[in-house]
């Protein structure tokens, strides 16, 4: 992941230089393949998830039918500092 790119994530704007390249230490660049599921309704935060490109879909389950909340994609990351959960 490049420094320019973290810093116009709004989110990351008011980190200092040292706390960015920290960030970028800890960081792994993953790729993943369409319709692959990166974690579960429940599970316990452990990761911060940063979209370089492309799109993704969050879905909630209610008893066993699930809902799409709303496809995000990546041009309009840029605009959001964050996402509100229920």
Same mark, same amino acid.
């Given at each position: 992941?490049? &420094?320019?790119?973290?810093?116009?994530?709004?989110?990351?704007?008011? &980190?200092?230089?040292? $706390?960015?390249?920290?960030?970028?230490?800890?960081?792994?660049? &993953?790729?993943? $393949?369409?319709?692959?599921?990166?974690?579960?309704?429940?599970?316990?935060?452990?990761?911060?998830?940063?979209?370089?490109?492309?799109?993704?879909?969050?879905?909630?389950?209610?008893?066993? $039918?699930?809902?799409?909340?709303?496809?995000?994609?990546?041009?309009?990351?840029?605009?959001?500092?964050?996402?509100?959960?229920?």
């Amino acid at each position: 992941m490049r &420094m320019d790119f973290v810093r116009n994530i709004p989110f990351f704007q008011n &980190m200092s230089l040292s $706390q960015t390249k920290k960030l970028l230490n800890i960081s792994t660049q &993953m790729t993943y $393949q369409r319709s692959c599921r990166i974690f579960n309704q429940g599970d316990l935060p452990s990761h911060v998830f940063i979209v370089m490109s492309g799109e993704f879909e969050i879905t909630r389950t209610k008893k066993t $039918q699930y809902t799409l909340i709303d496809p995000i994609h990546t041009d309009k990351l840029s605009s959001a500092s964050k996402l509100e959960t229920d």
